[in-house]
């Protein structure tokens, strides 16, 4: 069995659930050592005695508590930034309390988490950093101005980060799901059938019909373009922004 990343240690955030548990578990089988860092602390114990893996209970929007856990790790060869959230309402009913929530969540823990890691990746003259972003950092969603804000200054962040680290042997991707079959999305049909008089499964069926292939995305399909940007080879592959999205973009 080919385990192209045998000898790497891998840190996924929101690792615990979802699209982030898909991607530890093809890192893992790639041959990669894993830690993971979540919020839920159940969660996160079962997907780290699944894999094996070193963990740590931590909110990423506590800047302080995320360097702590990204440092009692040692070393990361790989960094997966997973953790997310999304806050939906029209917005004219959105704050600025809301933005600054979502640029906490989706972009300023990646940044603390890339500024973490980067003096080892240097050192060590290879790095794989993989951003989990959204098709909504590359088009825009009603109702989801904020997420849709953060989520686009998490592409452009990706982009700007992948020149400084380039000629280090570092590389700083973007992968873009589109509605992809986890509990977020879950919460959000649910949100869509109370406010519309739908079913769950109507409101399922709105959001599969976004992309021309009218189903979700599945989180492994994700993972997989994680795993190929991680790989030694894929050392070209830097500054992109690559949606999973069944061509919706």
Not at 226 to 247: E, H, K, N, Y
């Amino acid at each position: 069995m080919s385990a192209p990343l045998r000898g790497c240690t891998a840190l996924v955030t929101g690792g615990a659930k979802g699209i982030g548990l898909a991607i530890a578990r093809r890192l893992a089988a790639d041959g990669a050592a894993i830690a993971l860092i979540g919020r839920d602390a159940v969660a996160l114990e079962q997907a780290a005695d699944e894999l094996g893996a070193r963990h740590a209970v931590a909110d990423v929007t506590d800047h302080a508590a995320l360097r702590h856990a990204i440092a009692s790790f040692g070393q990361m060869h790989i960094l997966v930034n997973n953790a997310g959230a999304a806050i939906s309402k029209p917005f004219a009913k959105h704050l600025v309390t809301d933005f600054q929530a979502m640029l906490d969540v989706n972009l300023l823990s990646a940044i603390v988490a890339c500024q973490a890691v980067l003096p080892d990746m240097r050192a060590d003259g290879f790095g794989r950093i993989v951003n989990i972003a959204s098709t909504a950092g590359l088009r825009g969603y009603a109702y989801v101005a904020a997420y849709v804000a953060a989520k686009h200054a998490l592409v452009g962040f990706s982009r700007a980060l992948a020149l400084e680290t380039v000629r280090d042997g570092i590389t700083v991707n973007a992968v873009c799901p589109g509605f992809t079959d986890t509990d977020m999305v879950a919460r959000a049909t649910a949100t869509i059938a109370a406010a519309g008089g739908r079913t769950a499964d109507e409101a399922r069926e709105l959001l599969a019909s976004g992309n021309p292939a009218g189903r979700l995305v599945r989180p492994e399909e994700v993972a997989a373009a994680v795993a190929f940007l991680c790989r030694p080879d894929a050392g070209a592959m830097t500054g992109q922004a690559i949606a999973v999205a069944c061509g919706e973009v």
